[in-house]
């Protein structure tokens, strides 16, 4: 993979790309291609044949069906080799992430072995331990979980009570304490568990065998939706760990815990491409059939209305999934070369784009909430059947939106990462933004006469970076150090950043299509609604944020910038959405 630029994580906010040096999905090659396919050929063959059995509770079905998935190496895609993997890049693996996202609760089930079961031991794991468990984990013949969730430790996970004591004999710790929610749970083989050792602040992580004496698995919860997934507490009765079963140091257990989860939320930023790409399928031919007033369904201008909105949002949403996934795997193939170790330039380059990866957890969920939310709608009554699959696509949806930190966590999480990033000095974001500042009166909308396409919509997109460096500069000076603390505000710069950053990913996507495919009407109506949607968005977002923090001649005049950097053009957004939804309903399947 090449790039001209390879930006530093929210460095965006600031600086522009060029087009061709982003990665699209138009561009897999035809071994990606493959690698998808069979997947999706997995899921056609193992997995929604058996959906009645394993929505039902059938365990032991869901387990043989991820042991099947490892014998067909779909485990170990972000395994390297030498532990029985198949050691993908990370934008294939992205790209497995979303062809397994349609795969209801086996999803669930199945990213949380590969990622946060697997991979603390692969990235964090000294080789005895990957020789031991990554290999047999990458091959289905072990079944893992991650267990950092307690009942008084959720959000603030590093608050929890399970403790680890040093046996006097030197060989073990000593583990008891109590977890809850775990994925896996009920048939998991190995748990990666985060405990604090004596009387530590810090947690540290442990892989324990569930087998061991004293490890207490609780029934599963009967849950809103995933239900074919496993969900346990699970409880640790002086349970005997082996001393060389601690992942890393001691006390470092939070950090990976954390590393993780940038991982999780990266994944999962691309799983529900997936699932969403899987509803519109199912919602499309459903509004091809249904008749009523002696009419289809989809001829109707609400239902066009919806099935658009649905595909602009997946669309726009799988660009800046893709662009991201790039920037990880050329951050670290530099740390290879650097002579890095696979693991921790893996996890490194993960952690290291935290202001993307939250924009992807909270983007993404809340967009397949919307899509399972439509999906269900345009069913009608049927939506509500517990017969049809948008129906379970619309329970399990909601759980993205809690677990990998929920989004209230992430949203505050892009905002605090990009701007302590700015701060330390990764990128100049304070300085052009007082500069922006010093001189409201000045700020215009920068347009050009005889501007082309995407000159035009790229200026607006520059105009969008320059009132988010205003409003983050702005609501900074006016609240100090309450700043973090007014999360509402914060609120609406995260949203601001959210609708900036898949705007952009978006134009350079299809700006780099056009390049290579010619121009393509409808992704230029895809493109057309999404920005002018997002001025709306930005601007709404810029006000509260503005009124919210300051008062006075000042917030008029942050306003009336805000207005001229949030101006685009009008757009016919009702045909433009009419002529993506004809383009669904003619293909009868997601197909952009
Ligand atoms: C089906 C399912 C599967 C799961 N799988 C796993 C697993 O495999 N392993 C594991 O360890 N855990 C797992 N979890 C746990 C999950 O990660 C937690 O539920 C999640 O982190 C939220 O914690 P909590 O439930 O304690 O909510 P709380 O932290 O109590 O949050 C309650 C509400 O308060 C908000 N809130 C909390 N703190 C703040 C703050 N500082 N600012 C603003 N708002 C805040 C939250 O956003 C939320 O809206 C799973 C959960 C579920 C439901």
Redesign the pocket.
């Known amino acids: 993979m090449e790039s001209t630029v390879n930006l530093k994580s929210g460095e965006f906010l600031v600086k522009d790309v060029d087009a061709n040096s982003i990665f699209i999905p138009e561009e897999f090659n035809e071994e990606q291609r493959m690698i998808a396919q069979t997947c999706r050929d997995f899921l056609e063959a193992e997995v929604y044949p058996n959906l009645e059995k394993t929505e039902k509770g059938d365990r032991v079905l869901m387990k043989s069906i991820l042991k099947k998935a490892g014998e067909l190496g779909m485990l170990g895609v972000a395994i390297p080799e030498q532990y029985n993997g198949f050691g993908q890049n990370f934008t294939t693996q992205m790209l497995v992430a979303e062809t397994t996202g349609a795969g209801y609760s086996f999803s669930?089930a199945y990213m949380?072995h590969c990622g946060?079961?697997t991979m603390p031991i692969m990235y964090y794991g000294n080789e005895n331990q990957r020789e031991k468990y990554v290999s047999r984990l990458a091959t289905g013949e072990l079944i893992g979980?991650?267990?950092?969730?307690e009942p008084g430790?959720?959000?603030?996970?590093n608050s929890g009570k399970t403790n680890a004591k040093l046996s006097e004999d030197g060989k073990h710790y000593i583990l008891n304490g109590q977890?809850?929610?775990?994925?896996?749970?009920g048939f998991s083989d190995t748990q990666v568990v985060?405990a604090k050792i004596d009387t530590d602040r810090i947690l540290s992580a442990f892989i324990v065998e569930s087998s061991w004496p004293g490890v207490v698995i609780g029934p599963d919860?009967h849950?809103m939706g995933?239900k074919g997934?496993s969900?346990t507490q699970i409880y640790y009765n002086d349970v005997k760990v082996p001393v060389e079963n601690m992942i890393g140091a001691r006390g470092e257990g939070f950090r990976i815990a954390l590393s993780i989860l940038h991982m999780g939320r990266m994944k999962l930023g691309a799983n529900v491409i997936g699932a969403a790409k899987q509803t519109i399928s199912d919602t499309v031919k459903y509004s091809n059939e249904r008749k009523q007033f002696n009419s289809l369904i989809s001829t109707f201008g609400s239902i066009k209305h919806k099935l658009a909105q649905m595909v602009i949002k997946a669309f726009a949403h799988e660009s800046a999934i893709y662009r991201v996934s790039q920037d990880v795997d050329i951050l670290l193939d530099k740390y290879k070369t650097e002579g890095c170790d696979y693991g921790k330039a893996a996890i490194d380059a993960i952690s290291h784009y935290a202001v993307e990866d939250a924009i992807l957890k909270v983007y993404g969920s809340e967009m397949l909430d919307y899509v399972v939310d439509e999906g269900v709608q345009v069913h009608g009554g049927m939506g509500y059947s517990a017969e049809m699959n948008v129906d379970k696509g619309y329970r399990d949806s909601r759980?993205n939106r809690?677990?990998?930190?929920?989004?209230?966590?992430n949203r505050?999480l892009v905002v605090e990462s990009a701007t302590k990033r700015a701060l330390k000095g990764e990128y100049d974001l304070f300085g052009p933004a007082e500069a922006l500042y010093n001189n409201l009166d000045a700020i215009n909308d920068s347009a050009k006469a005889g501007e082309n396409y995407f000159e035009q919509k790229l200026r607006y997109i520059k105009n969008y970076k320059k009132a988010v460096m205003l409003a983050i500069y702005s609501a900074n000076k006016a609240l100090g150090k309450k700043f973090m603390n007014e999360?509402e505000v914060v609120n609406n710069l995260s949203n601001m950043i959210m609708d900036l950053y898949i705007a952009e990913s978006l134009a350079l996507r299809i700006q780099k299509l056009e390049g290579l495919k010619g121009v393509n009407s409808v992704n230029r109506d895809i493109l057309d609604v999404f920005i002018y949607d997002a001025a709306s968005n930005i601007r709404k977002n810029a006000k509260d944020a503005i009124y919210s923090s300051i008062e006075g001649e000042e917030a008029e005049k942050l306003n009336k910038a805000m207005k001229t950097l949030t101006h685009v053009a009008g757009v016919n957004v009702k045909d433009a959405r009419r002529r993506i939804a004809d383009k669904l309903i003619a293909d009868n399947v997601y197909k952009f």
Do not use: H, P, R
């Open positions: 669930v949380c946060i079961g979980a991650y267990c950092l969730t430790a959720g959000s603030d996970a977890k809850m929610w775990i994925t896996n749970g985060f919860e849950k995933i997934s969900t759980i809690i677990f990998e930190g929920t989004n209230e966590i505050l999360q």
